[in-house]
């Protein structure tokens, strides 16, 4: 028995070199270089080359994934195929050679595709707005900013409109109202039609039609319902202008959705080609052209459906009055990179001129860009950088991946549309500049909305 027990510890010492020989050796193993391939929304083969023959090991790590993976067979080459990944993740993968220590330090990274809701989610869809030939644009282009690729022409609008109440709502895009304009002709008229497009089945329905005609007005999405106010039912501003109501949609209810009106129990603004945006519950509007005489103005204020009022909450007034700017509010969401960000109100460009017709028949646009806080009590604009060139009826969203206001077109003199795209990146957003980006609309355009579908 003893001999037999002698026997055995010798053979683990002498005749096999594996446990601590070849394990020595093994320590020596570097990993030469890694790649992640074959990338899709949900997979990945993570592939490295060690520089001796040895077993392979993985760690993968992203925002919400953590695991472990091994190759199980000694190569010099490793191909591991990872599946259950998230869509749109950015992951580091740090690859080792004979034991899950010898690659640290040798990370690489890689980012599944976007699937094509999170693509259309992200990205801006430009809509309506009039072109080069003085004609409603029918054509919906969108721009991923994230890949800074554009997709010309998504979609059509099934009936052009200029000056349309647009809003992005719980995913899909609205299109009311506006004026439509006879082919090959300058006669216009005040349209009161709603279509809605689905970007994820790709389908527009025409839904119930709103109570009234109307144009030049404003519409917000807040909870399962879209408000639409101020604006004028006619084409004559002086006699059709909206002064206190205040209409209401409901698109889950029935086969063409619901619409009601009813008055504001406080004023509001009698103005059309205001600026707006909503958050918290609250439409935040300022600027526009006064429906008596034309004036600009830069008063400003807010409606909040769920008191039926305005209130005090937002007095300030904008520096130089002006109707047409581009204006978006900066919302940042929990789940978003940049969460702790305070909310902003954005106001760009615009015209200063005093015109009464719809569409405007002259204009004297501004280059003036001024935000404002909507957290607290601040109740005053600030003057950030002018835009590169004065910008009638430009617009504007923002990419909340990189923290940037995006403006799109716009119009340098009347009826002289721009397809040119600014950036302002919001870190510094007092002393950072607007940057002409080197990518362009697919079409010029001024008087028209951007929309993401997330917000």
Not at 62 to 91: C, I, M
Not at 122 to 130: D, K
Not at 382 to 398: F, Q, V
Request: proline letters at 5%.
């Amino acid at each position: 028995m003893k001999n037999h027990y002698f026997f055995l510890v010798f053979c683990l010492i002498s005749c096999t070199q594996t446990p601590f020989t070849e394990g020595t050796s093994q320590d020596k193993v570097k990993v030469n270089w890694a790649a992640a391939g074959a990338i899709s929304e949900n997979s990945a083969v993570l592939t490295w080359e060690c520089s001796s023959k040895s077993l392979g090991f993985v760690n993968l790590s992203g925002t919400q994934t953590n695991r472990f993976d091994t190759s199980f067979f000694e190569s010099t080459l490793h191909a591991v195929p990872v599946n259950g990944l998230k869509d749109n993740e950015l992951f580091r993968m740090i690859p080792s050679c004979g034991s899950s220590e010898s690659g640290i330090g040798f990370p690489a990274e890689f980012r599944t595709s976007a699937s094509l809701e999170t693509l259309y989610k992200r990205g801006f869809w430009i809509v309506g707005g009039t072109g080069s030939d003085n004609s409603p644009v029918s054509q919906i282009d969108f721009y991923d900013p994230v890949n800074d690729q554009w997709i010309s022409g998504i979609t059509n609008i099934p009936t052009p409109r200029i000056n349309a109440q647009v809003v992005s709502h719980l995913g899909k895009i609205y299109i009311m109202g506006g004026i439509t304009k006879v082919a090959n002709t300058n006669t216009y008229t005040v349209s009161r039609r709603v279509e809605v497009y689905d970007p994820l089945v790709g389908r527009w329905e025409t839904l119930s039609d709103m109570p009234n005609t109307l144009q030049g007005g404003l519409a917000a999405s807040i909870g399962d319902e879209i408000f639409v106010i101020s604006g004028t039912t006619s084409l004559d501003m002086t006699t059709g202008t909206v002064l206190n109501t205040v209409y209401r949609f409901l698109p889950g209810v029935g086969v063409g959705g619901q619409w009601s009106n009813y008055t504001s129990s406080t004023s509001i603004f009698g103005r059309v080609d205001m600026s707006s945006c909503d958050y918290n519950g609250s439409i935040f509007i300022t600027g526009g052209r006064f429906y008596q005489d034309g004036l600009a103005y830069g008063t400003s204020d807010a409606y909040i459906p769920s008191l039926n009022s305005t209130t005090g909450k937002i007095e300030a007034s904008i520096s130089i009055a002006r109707h047409g700017a581009g204006a978006a509010c900066y919302r940042p969401k929990a789940d978003d990179l940049y969460n702790s960000d305070p909310p902003i109100f954005l106001i760009a460009g615009g015209s200063t001129s005093t015109n009464l017709n719809q569409p405007v028949t002259s204009i004297a646009a501004s280059n003036r860009f001024e935000f404002m806080g909507l957290a607290g009590q601040t109740n005053s604009f600030t003057t950030g950088s002018n835009l590169p060139e004065s910008l009638y009826a430009p617009s504007m969203e923002i990419d909340y991946s990189s923290r940037k206001a995006y403006l799109f077109g716009g119009a340098t003199s009347i009826n002289l549309p721009g397809n040119k795209v600014r950036t302002l990146d919001l870190t510094n957003i007092t002393g950072n500049p607007w940057v002409e980006s080197s990518t362009t609309m697919p079409r010029a355009r001024f008087g028209h909305k951007v929309v993401i579908l997330s917000r």
